[in-house]
């Protein structure tokens, strides 16, 4: 079953990575109320201004990339705990130590309770 490991800030319940992640993306990508984020928690978009898309279940990434493009978005976000189907196809981006498919750039990671990382896509 999907489980959420929370923290309590401020009397809420919160993914905190995910608003780090979010906040980091205000702080550091210029114009972010311009762009859109692809992701299955809301967070990331809400705590960086972005628009959100939600991340589709697909079996390839070259499908993401398809879809992204057609959207006109250029980042997504993963996480280490995402549900089924989703982490077949999106964990095995979190491994740093293998090289990015062709068209995905990381962009910044946060490691916590669970890991969060945002992505680009490239030319």
């Known amino acids: 079953s999907f489980f959420y490991v929370k923290r309590v800030v401020g009397g809420s319940y919160l993914p905190v990575e995910y608003k780090e992640l979010g906040l980091w993306m205000k702080n550091h990508i210029p114009q972010t ?6 992701s299955r928690q ?7 201004g972005a628009g959100i898309l939600k991340l589709p279940y697909v079996d390839k990434l070259e499908d993401l990339l398809t879809f992204m493009a057609h959207q006109n ?5 993963v996480a ?15 491994d740093e130590t293998k090289p990015l498919p062709q068209g995905i750039a990381r962009v910044h990671t946060i490691k916590g309770k669970r890991t969060v990382a945002l992505f680009e896509k490239t030319p």
């Open 33 to 38: 109320d311009r762009e859109t984020v692809a």
């Open 42 to 48: 809301p967070a990331v978009s809400f705590y960086s």
């Open 73 to 77: 978005t250029r980042y997504f976000a």
């Open 80 to 94: 280490d705990d995402m549900d089924l189907p989703h982490r077949f196809t999106y964990q095995p981006l979190l």
